[in-house]
C-alpha cells in the first residue's frame, strides 16, 4: 500500500510538470518590452510601451521580459489591454521573473492613488505573472497595485507592500492564483468589487488583513475563497497582532470562505477600526470554515457572523462581481 501511495504521489507530480505551461516568447502581435533593449521596435520601459498604444478600442498585448523595471505605470487607455510577464510555469506566481517596482508612499505622491507602482484606471484589463512591489516599507500608505477598472483580472501576480498594498478601490476585479504581501490593511478600498481566489496572502508585520471602506449599502464586497494566510519570509513576533481585517467605513462587507489560517492570529480574528471609533454598526464581516493553526481556539466579537454552509453559499464569485463573470474572467485560474 505504501508503495502505491509513493506510485501515485509521483504520477501526480508528473502531471502537474506536464500540465505547467511556459511563456517564454511574445504572442503574436504584442508589443515587447525588455530591459536595457536596443533592438528596434521595443521598449525599455514598461510605461513606454504603455504609452505607445492607440487610445481606441482595439485589443492590444504586452510581453514583458525578465528584469526589474523601476518606474510607476499608468494604465488609462480604453480599448482590452493584456499584460504577459516571462514565466517558465503560467499557473504560478512561484516563478514570476518580472518585477515592477517603485518605493513611493502616499506621503509624498499626494494620495493612495497616486502612490501606486501599476495604476490601472480602465476597464477590460488583464496582467498575468508579473510582481509588482512598492519597496517603500513601514511608515507610510504606499500602494503596489491601485485598481479603478471594472472586468480586470490579476492572474497569478505577486503584489508586495508593507501598509495598503492592494488598493481595490472601484470595479469589478478578481485576483487568482497570486501572491499578496502586507501587513496593515492591506488589501483595502473604498467601492471596489473584489473576487479572491486560490491566493497566498502573506503577512509581513502585525495588522489587518483587509480594510472595507465603504460607506453606504451598495451591494458591492469583497469575497475570499480557499486562500491561505500565512507568514511572509522574514517577517516575525506577529502572534496575536493579526486580523482578518477591520471596517475603514460603517458599511463594510468582507467574507472568507474556507481560509487556511497559518499565521497566528489575534483570537478575536477581526477587529474595531480604533478604541472610541469602532465603525461596526452596519458591517458585514463574516468567515465560514475557516481553519489551521491560527484559528485555533478563536472568540469572534458579537457584530462578526460566522456562516453556515447555505449562508457561505450565497457569497461567491457571482455575488462579488457580477453574473456574468465568464464573460471575462480567465477560469483557468478560476478557484
Aim: proline share 3%; charged share 15%; net charge neutral.
Amino acid at each position: 500500500m505504501a508503495h502505491l501511495s509513493i506510485c501515485l504521489a509521483f504520477c501526480l507530480l508528473l502531471l502537474e510538470v506536464v500540465l505547467a505551461a511556459s511563456r517564454t516568447s511574445p504572442p503574436a502581435g504584442a508589443l515587447v518590452v525588455r530591459a536595457r533593449t536596443s533592438n528596434s521596435g521595443e521598449f525599455s520601459t514598461v510605461s513606454a510601451a504603455v504609452a505607445s498604444l492607440p487610445n481606441d478600442s482595439s485589443a492590444r498585448t504586452i510581453f514583458i521580459y525578465p528584469g526589474t523595471y523601476n518606474e510607476q505605470v499608468f494604465i488609462t487607455r480604453s480599448g482590452p489591454l493584456t499584460i504577459y510577464g516571462y514565466t517558465t510555469d503560467t499557473s504560478t506566481y512561484r516563478n514570476n521573473q518580472v518585477n515592477i517596482q517603485a518605493g513611493v508612499p502616499a506621503s509624498q505622491a499626494g494620495s493612495n492613488d497616486a502612490s501606486g507602482t501599476l495604476r490601472v484606471h480602465k476597464d477590460n484589463f488583464k496582467l498575468y505573472n508579473v510582481n509588482v512591489k512598492n519597496t517603500f516599507g513601514q511608515g507610510s500608505q504606499a500602494i503596489a497595485i491601485s485598481q479603478y477598472g471594472s472586468r480586470v483580472g490579476l492572474y497569478a501576480c505577486g503584489f508586495y507592500g508593507y501598509q495598503d498594498t492592494l488598493y481595490a478601490n472601484e470595479g469589478t476585479q478578481v485576483y487568482l492564483r497570486g501572491y499578496i504581501e502586507g501587513a496593515v490593511d492591506f488589501i483595502f478600498g473604498r467601492h471596489g468589487s473584489a473576487y479572491y481566489g486560490g491566493n497566498t496572502i502573506a503577512i509581513k508585520g502585525a495588522g489587518w488583513v483587509t480594510a472595507s471602506g465603504r460607506e453606504s449599502d451598495d451591494g458591492g464586497s469583497y469575497v475570499f475563497n480557499q486562500n491561505t494566510i500565512t507568514i511572509a519570509s522574514g517577517a516575525s513576533g506577529e502572534s496575536g497582532k493579526v486580523y482578518f481585517g477591520r471596517p475603514w467605513g460603517n458599511y463594510a462587507k468582507v467574507i472568507f470562505k474556507n481560509t487556511i489560517v497559518e499565521a497566528p492570529f489575534n483570537k478575536a480574528l477581526w477587529s474595531e477600526w480604533n478604541d472610541g471609533d469602532a465603525r461596526t454598526d452596519h458591517v458585514f464581516v463574516a468567515d465560514y470554515n475557516s481553519s489551521g493553526s491560527g484559528v485555533s481556539g478563536a472568540s469572534r466579537p458579537s457584530w462578526v457572523a460566522q456562516l453556515s454552509s447555505s449562508q457561505a453559499n450565497q457569497y461567491s464569485i457571482s455575488s462579488a462581481v457580477g453574473s456574468d463573470y465568464a464573460s471575462w474572467v480567465d477560469m483557468n485560474y478560476f478557484v
